[in-house]
Nanobody
Framework: QVQVVESGGGLVQAGGSLRISCAVSGSIFSSLAMGWYRQAPGKQRDLVAVISSAGSTRYVDSVKGRFTISRDNAKNTMYLQMGSLKPEDTAVYYC??????????WGQGTQVTVSS
């Protein structure tokens, strides 16, 4: 059973940067694709970025050039470096194991709030 714990969210001004993390339990992390998702108030949860087990990445158009997904297999941790943040990036950010839609339990998420 893969479990995830998100951390690192916070309040940041528009144009600022933030890095959030996803710690993953289990010994199979390096073999898993991983994804970041976000859910804004009153909206559905949407995919933001995906990283394969080999390190290839894919982003939704709204974050291309601003966000970078990465992973550290030695630490069983995935990251999302967010830059040039906009108020519309405000959401609870979640990570999940596997290629989208992923599998296993959702974590509690980490709140990212971008003030204008």
């Amino acid at each position: 059973q893969v479990q995830v714990v998100e951390s690192g969210g916070g309040l940041v001004q528009a144009g600022g940067s933030l890095r959030i993390s996803c710690a993953v339990s289990g010994s199979i992390f390096s073999s898993l694709a991983m994804g970041w998702y976000r859910q804004a108030p009153g909206k559905q949860r949407d995919l933001v970025a995906v990283i394969s087990s080999a390190g290839s990445t894919r982003y939704v158009d709204s974050v291309k050039g601003r966000f970078t997904i990465s992973r550290d297999n030695a630490k069983n941790t995935m990251y999302l470096q967010m830059g040039s943040l906009k108020p519309e990036d405000t959401a609870v950010y979640y990570c999940r194991a596997g290629a989208p839609p992923g599998f296993g339990s959702w974590g509690q998420g980490t709140q990212v709030t971008v003030s204008s």
